[in-house]
């Protein structure tokens, strides 16, 4: 059996990323009952509004989910008293170090999955108990590595570093990419992109149409001198890349990021001002559908893939 | 029968990157004796070297071999004129507009490939005749696209675009990675970096050291105000990014680069003051080895992936 779906007792090895604006319960539940794995997105809620979705979520289900938390936000403390009070099964930790949290969740029995971008904390994750990593990509969207090593590159070199299973991120949103990441080494796919313009999302409809609309080059890596973080193209981007290219320092990428721009974005719908945190594969998305349709169609596209690749004759 | 293996009449749809400073005559010949394309870069080649390079190919091996012709360099019609001259039956454009010169190869007789990194010169090199294209993803040593599109997200979308072959490039230096480029689409793969270090590239031995060496994050896409191009890390590319990073203009660049940096690294083996062109994989490449093992061992893993793809529980 799928090493990921035996830890995680789910269906089809497609975990939906846990994304700030995107993943509150409505989606992650949908991508439970339709046999992937659903992720609540810590990052963009309030420990109040947390404990709500993971309420709902509980009522929508009974299958199992689980809640990413953004190790470098506030409030970390009182979210991880919260998921053991609400009794979270799983949790992915994410943008921080993994042993600050690993050791708690896990006394806890908690299965615990730290999302990495290279072989030094794919490591460091495995040493302090992780269960599994996500390995995620250069072409993945909202924060990204400093190395900027893409999914094709990254994939086999986590695999062969550690035995812990691997989780692919990071340009996937079809059967074939997954098929790719399952040749790469990969046990399972995390899902992100796709899943933000599911119907079921909480981004706001005018990013949703924006992605179906975009184009190849239409997300960059932006922010490298603060934390990298992939954006689509809209007046904010173009000014952040034009004060990059002109030398601006951290301080003044601070003051031009502001606050709370990635709500006024993906959740509030300002496509110009807006921060619109979204993978390369946007380009491949042309449509707004529901979850379980997506996961379904991913599914057996990798299930068709898979057998043209056997019967491949070279 | 595979495409690519049909349209050059090869044993293995593996191609060996055209690169510069790395692939003369006995890289080419060594390759295409063991079963793939061999190809001769013209890039770093006065056209009286070239024409060397062709008939000492020609000596060495009966089997086919490509000319990678860069279509930005000077000397383009000298290098044509040779070509032809010199019945060279395969050629591979690059950088430059494939309508310039695919009429002119393919009244000739010539097979005509060109690298391309988005859908739009794919559909251009479609229409004008090519016979196959190079899609090369943002994880490729030397100069790249402006998209910044990753191999896995590149190879669908050009699948999907064209009918003609497609040639995956970028980030396969493995097995593994072959097997994950024929499930995104592609025919067949071409491979830059890991025969870049092959015994027969005309590399300097300390190039090929440095590489053998090199570690996840070593190489940056740099130079993108003028054209995008993958450099290894030294005292050039930090002088480099640290210019970039302090809004240096595209005359600043220009005179940082000076001339023949790529000339003084890669063939001479300057390795602070040269330019290092090579891809991400020379994080997962640890030995120098000859051509011929190199394709040996990539096809052996990847039947033994696809096998192993083949029997996977999911």
Excluded at 100 to 115: D, M, P, Q, S, Y
Excluded at 118 to 134: I, P, S
Excluded at 173 to 184: K, N, P, V
């Amino acid at each position: 059996m799928n090493q990921i779906c035996k830890l995680f007792n789910i269906k089809y090895p497609i975990i939906q990323a846990g994304m700030v604006w995107c993943s509150g319960w409505k989606l992650a539940s949908a991508v439970s009952n339709a046999g992937g794995l659903g992720v609540i997105g810590a990052g963009s809620m309030y420990p109040d509004v947390l404990r709500k979705h993971i309420q709902k979520c509980k009522n929508a289900t009974t299958e199992p989910f689980a809640v990413n938390v953004p190790l470098l936000y506030p409030n970390v403390e009182e979210i991880m008293e919260i998921i053991v009070a609400e009794d979270v099964k799983i949790v992915f930790t994410s943008a921080g170090n993994p042993a600050t949290w690993t050791g708690f969740l896990k006394e806890r029995g908690i299965t615990v999955v730290h999302v990495i971008a290279n072989t030094k904390f794919a490591l460091k994750a495995e040493g302090c108990g992780a269960d599994a990593v996500v390995a995620e990509g250069f072409e993945a969207g909202g924060h990204n590595g400093r190395e900027e090593t893409t999914t094709l590159c990254l994939i086999p070199m986590i695999r062969a570093a550690i035995k812990i299973p691997v989780i692919a991120a990071g340009g996937i949103a079809s059967g074939r990419a997954m098929l790719a990441a399952l040749a790469l080494g990969a046990d399972a796919v995390q899902i992100g992109s796709a899943f933000a313009v599911a119907k079921e999302s909480s981004a706001h409809l005018n990013f949703k149409e924006r992605i179906v609309n975009a184009s190849e080059g239409d997300t960059k890596l932006r922010m490298k001198k603060l934390v990298p973080v992939r954006l689509l193209k809209n007046e904010f981007a173009d000014a952040v890349a034009q004060a990059e290219a002109e030398g601006a320092n951290t301080v003044q990428l601070v003051e031009l990021l502001g606050r709370a721009r990635a709500k006024l974005g993906m959740f509030e719908g300002d496509m110009e001002q807006g921060e619109l945190e979204i993978g390369q594969v946007s380009a491949m998305l042309d449509e707004i559908k529901p979850a379980a349709q997506i996961l379904t169609e991913i599914w057996e596209e990798f299930l068709g893939e898979k057998e043209r690749l056997v019967k491949m004759e070279i």
